[in-house]
């Protein structure tokens, strides 16, 4: 079944809404508020930071995630992350939700949050409540609406990042086929190293399915994406994914884990590989993004491990910074990874559109085209591969350079 | 027992020279090949790299400690790391050690060795054994000759790294005390992230100690020190530290765990101290050293995986350089670490020399003097602590800043 790529982000499944608005909460002349309403109940699954020190919203979102299972709306704010912020910062987020529920006229507890920003601050409750209303008053199921929503809840991104797919599922009548969409916004570029999930990313479908299935899908299709990218090694105290599932496309819904949900699989694998790959991209400072494919590995988690290895280097960053085709720093992050392998086994290459060099193989680094070296590696998407000849398993990493920008703007992020 | 320290490196201890020359391996007009030498046998100790790719210098190095135990003379070369080379590589190690054996009539499996510089290329074979044959004719046992020497091993280093103390142990002959030196020389800069032991690091003592008390010795030490230090979280392939004992003080042997080798051990314990510091304070491009102190954790290892995380993370360093107490990013650090914690229950200090700021306690980042904070933050050593408030455990790791200079010099590095 054709999984096919359509413009959009979160309000491109039927149902959705998006909105978002100027509330003052740490920028000025810009939007800083988002919110994401569905007409409709959704189940909702999501998956959240690892880090222990949690912000407040993970924790009332997790809540929600774990037990309601279902959502009908997300607020989103940027400039302050509501993180050490004690009980006054969970408040914050009791009282986020009940001007929210008293606006949409739906349950508190049907609301999700996240904040991204400085970690210590208190939100100012005012200017929260004051954009929710305001927000809730101007919701709109346009591509448009989902753009700006994805354009307020960015930090020190360059860019805005939104995805959406579109497939075939059978009817719920049996009658044929109908469209199911996907789409979605994610905002992240420091402070950028997830292990269960990355930064903020919402995730809307009008497929309907079980809830629990739906979150068996997010944790299965995060390993391979969210959690393959890597900015500076930086776990936040934010990260959280969200998926809402609306049912308003009117599949059969999905009760089981067959060729349906194998579907609703790979297109959610899609579109998390996209925001997640953006993400990378757009990384604090970077100008260039790194792909590191680690195939023939003995165990799927150490080709993840070796592949994420690489792209978390700060040497091989600075290296592609430099366009400097140093590969021995590639190997000496292969082998401080923390999987045991035959130096003398694996081979490494330097992948273009047009040609592959190899920089090491028989446990030497070869002899190669430098001046050709120089030329790929001043491309915008520079793309490793390591043939670990152990297995059969592979892994692919998504990270950038390490540049002064990096620097500049982490040294004076408060500011 | 009071441990003084005193002026000198590795020719501070009775029976030991030290030489360097230029042999013009990879930089023009400095000198990058430094030699030890014990006018006796001497009881060796080795901690090496964890990096699953092994330099061939590191393979060779490994072997003599695990099976012969006992050595006379370090070859040292800066500019090339004879890693990556595959059995050409450990060739070049033969031959080095053959030249070496040759021109001190020593035994080849008495020369250790160690390369650091650029992962790939081989060794020029006859520019090493030309240095070795002009640096066993320019032995001394000056002080000059071993700052001499720990120049000559610098990479991207800025100073040279030495230190040495002396103490008292009770004499052989059972009549009084005799004294007792320990010294050493260390090089470090870029790629340090050390696991096992860090970058090229050699320490000699007359002290009389059995071989496996030594190698015990300085598998206690190491832990605290050496592996307590990261400039940018790369753990190199090159990674070795030795110890070279010749009994030359005339002490009472020391053949047991008791109070004797407890002093040697806190001897030690300083000068390994010493040189891991000021290789943190010289990372690579480094303005600051950043020391973080984990107080009253649970465990000892949890201590140091804590004290580890906050000195190794990039926005952390990037916040040191930019000297902005967004004490957030230490919090996030601490909660990515690995370690379980309570996130209400523990306390975090900005440390300087009058007086103390606490950053967080109570589960919420505190209002403190940002003007006072500016200040401590632009001092050339910034102190944290942060007390778990669990146990009785400490430990304390140090790290330096992350500045435009570090991606400027990894940019760059093979030019």
């Known amino acids: 079944m054709k999984i096919e790529s359509i413009s959009g982000g979160v309000t491109a499944a039927a149902g959705f809404k998006a909105a978002s608005c100027a509330a003052g909460i740490k920028y000025r002349g810009r939007a800083d508020m988002a919110m994401i309403f569905s007409d409709a109940p959704c189940a909702v699954a999501g998956t959240f930071t690892t880090n222990v020190v949690k912000a407040a919203p993970v924790i009332w979102d997790r809540r929600i995630v774990q037990t309601v299972k279902a959502a009908r709306a997300v607020v989103v704010n940027a400039g302050i992350a509501n993180a050490a912020t004690g009980p006054d910062g969970l408040a914050m987020c009791a009282g986020t939700a009940a001007a929210a529920a008293e606006a949409l006229d739906i349950p508190a507890d049907s609301v999700l949050l996240g904040s991204t ?74 402070m950028i190293h997830p292990n269960m999930c990355t930064m903020l990313g919402y995730i809307t479908t009008d497929c309907a399915i079980d809830q629990a299935l739906l979150q068996r899908a997010l944790s299965e299709v995060v390993p391979d ?110 082998g401080y990874a923390g999987v045991d392998f035959d130096p003398a086994a694996i081979e490494l290459y330097l992948v273009g559109e047009k040609e592959t060099l190899c920089f090491y193989r028989d446990g030497c680094v070869q002899v190669f085209d430098e001046d050709k070296a120089l030329e790929m590696l001043s491309e915008k998407q520079i793309r490793f591969l390591c043939d670990m000849r152990m297995g059969g398993q592979e892994a692919t990493a998504w990270g950038c350079d390490l540049t002064y920008d990096y620097v500049k703007i982490n040294g004076d992020y408060r500011s």
Chains 1, 2 share one sequence.
Not at 122 to 128: G, N, T
Not at 164 to 188: E, I, N, Q, T, Y
Not at 321 to 329: I, K, Q, V
């Open 117 to 190: 920003g400085v970690i210590g601050p208190q939100l100012p409750l005012d200017r929260i409540t004051a954009g929710v209303a305001a927000m809730a008053g101007s919701l709109s199921d346009t591509p448009e609406a989902g753009t700006a929503a994805s354009r307020a809840i960015m930090t020190t991104d360059t860019v805005n990042k939104e995805c959406a797919v579109a497939f075939d599922l059978p009817a719920a009548d049996g009658r044929g086929a109908v469209r199911v969409r996907l789409g979605g916004m994610s905002k992240g570029s420091g």
């Open 225 to 334: 994406t969210f959690n393959m990218i890597s900015v500076d090694g930086d776990t936040s105290t934010n990260d959280t994914l969200l998926l809402m599932a609306n049912g308003r496309a009117g599949n059969r819904p999905i009760a089981e884990a067959g060729e349906d949900y194998r579907l609703f699989c790979r297109a959610l694998f899609e579109v998390c590989r996209d925001l997640a790959v953006k993400m990378a991209g757009d990384g604090e400072g970077a100008t260039r993004l790194v792909e590191m494919r680690v195939i023939n590995a003995d165990t799927k988690e150490n080709a993840r491990v070796l592949a994420r290895s690489v792209v978390s280097s700060s040497l091989v960053k600075a290296m592609i910074f430099g366009r400097d085709a140093n590969c021995g720093r590639i190997l000496c992050a292969l």
